[in-house]
């Protein structure tokens, strides 16, 4: 019994009573083997630690979902020695193959401070270690934003076999990874937004993939979206500009090449079918164009309000313009002083122990294009209040390339009823921007 609560008091991660505070990371004072050991025979690969640390990681439900093993080898045993970590596949080491062992950020001691970059270390079971190098930056396409944590994956391209080898590794903070150490060939590169951490694809996560010949080192970024072989379908339609535009807002991504014209927009009053029920469809935006659109117009109102109202040059007008510069140094300084003093306080907690440099890599930026799900359609008149209007879409294609014909089930028409008006003291959305409303699907 006096084992089992020594045990339970051992890993407990809160902090323990007494002794002086301490804000420093645990450290890894030794790995087993040493990256770069060729022939090594590990029956684990150990991680030292100058501290007592949490069985329970930052960010991860248990210490096994930290480590990455490259390549591919199954599930991992990590076992737990209140300082040190035992890690290995469960089906062992395979001869002649160079392993990546990587242990991811989140590491923490018994006082909740944690580890917050990756350690990643190599060695061969057999001969010489390739110096070979897939890295990159993974984006989740739609957003334009960079994908934390994304799963990435190297496959052998190799028809012969039907296991392929699979290198496997996950993107730092800002969507950046590395894969090194390939045998040279043709692999094909996946990276995925695993969003419930299982170290698979499922079907509705984005993903994205290349192929590339490797023989020294290949920078690939890609840009994950969801695949799927069912075309669009609209999810809900608002009626903007005093009623003749309408935003037309789909439940996946757009071709990025798709070109509009009146012609993918059908638009007649409902239950009308002579001719003059049909509104006719001006222009078609997708959202980029959309945006250049509002983009151009707000500075046109800018730099008419700019121009209507002139830099005050008069004395006064001096004198507040240097009273706010004045304060705006005072501020910048007194920000600086505060950091200052927060990092000597740091120091001292840490009682001289030293911390790893932060990543100061500004956050990489998508060189294309975004995705985008809505589409503008401009029309010639404005739909009448109390009216009900049909619309339909034809040839317009998903980012996966299924385009929705007009006689397909998911494109039949949608009931567009235009809202009442609200008097001019009581209305409160701008002539330009969106008014809400109804709108069923008729499936």
Same mark, same amino acid.
Request: aromatic share 6%; net charge positive; charged share 25%.
């Given at each position: ?30 790995? $087993? ?67 990546? =062992? ?14 917050? $970059?990756?350690? /990643? ?71 995925? =937004? ?17 192929? =590339? ?50 012609? #993918? ?31 151009? /117009? ?78 503008? =359609? ?9 009216? /009900? ?5 034809? #040839? ?9 014909? *007009? ?33 069923? *699907?008729?499936?």
């Amino acid at each position: 019994m006096a084992m089992t609560a020594l045990g339970h008091a051992c890993a407990n991660p809160n902090q323990p009573p007494g002794g002086p505070p301490d804000a420093a990371a645990p450290l890894i004072v030794k790995i $087993t083997p040493t990256t770069g050991t060729i022939g090594a025979r590990p029956k684990a690969v150990v991680f030292q630690f100058d501290e007592v640390i949490s069985e329970v990681p930052k960010g991860a439900q248990d210490l096994a979902k930290l480590v990455f093993i490259s390549p591919k080898s199954g599930d991992v045993d990590v076992d737990w020695r209140r300082s040190q970590l035992d890690i290995k596949p469960r089906i062992g080491w395979k001869p002649n193959t160079v392993y990546t =062992v990587l242990l991811g950020a989140g590491i923490t001691d018994l006082r909740n401070n944690s580890i917050d $970059t990756a350690t /990643r270390i190599v060695f061969s079971t057999g001969g010489a270690i390739p110096q070979t190098k897939i890295q990159g930056v993974a984006f989740n396409w739609l957003t334009g934003r960079i994908v934390e944590k994304a799963l990435v994956e190297a496959i052998v391209r190799d028809t012969a076999k039907k296991d392929s080898t699979i290198f496997q590794t996950i993107a730092d903070s800002i969507g950046r990874y590395s894969i090194e150490h390939l045998p040279p060939g043709n692999y094909i590169v996946r990276a995925i =937004v695993d969003g419930n951490t299982n170290r698979s694809l499922e079907p509705r996560e984005p993903w994205d993939s290349v192929g =590339v010949s490797l023989t020294g080192t290949s920078t690939v970024d890609l840009h994950a979206f969801v695949h799927d072989s069912i075309g669009l379908g609209i999810t809900s339609v608002a009626l903007m500009d005093s009623n003749k535009t309408l935003r037309v807002t789909f439940d996946k991504a757009v071709f990025p090449a798709q070109a509009f014209s009146n012609t #993918n927009f059908f638009l007649q009053r409902y239950e009308k079918t002579d001719s003059t029920s049909v509104i006719n469809i001006t222009t078609v935006f997708s959202a980029p164009q959309r945006n250049v659109f509002d983009s151009l /117009r707000t500075k046109a109102r800018n730099d008419s309000l700019a121009r209507a109202a002139p830099v005050d040059t008069s004395a006064a007008g001096r004198a507040r313009r240097e009273t706010d510069a004045k304060q705006k140094l005072r501020d910048s300084l007194n920000l600086t002083a505060q950091r200052a003093a927060n990092e000597a306080r740091e120091l001292r907690l840490r009682g001289g122990r030293p911390v790893a440099p932060k990543d100061t890599t500004p956050k990489p930026k998508m060189k294309r294009a975004p995705l985008y799900t809505e589409v503008y =359609v401009n029309l010639e008149r404005p739909l009448e209040y109390g009216a /009900r209007y049909m619309l339909r879409f034809q #040839n317009v294609s998903s980012v996966s390339g299924v385009v929705n014909d *007009i006689t397909r089930v998911r494109s039949k028409h949608l009931i567009i009823v235009p809202p009442k008006p609200k008097p001019p003291e009581e209305a409160k959305t701008p002539p330009d921007t969106a008014a809400s409303t109804t709108v069923p *699907i008729k499936r």
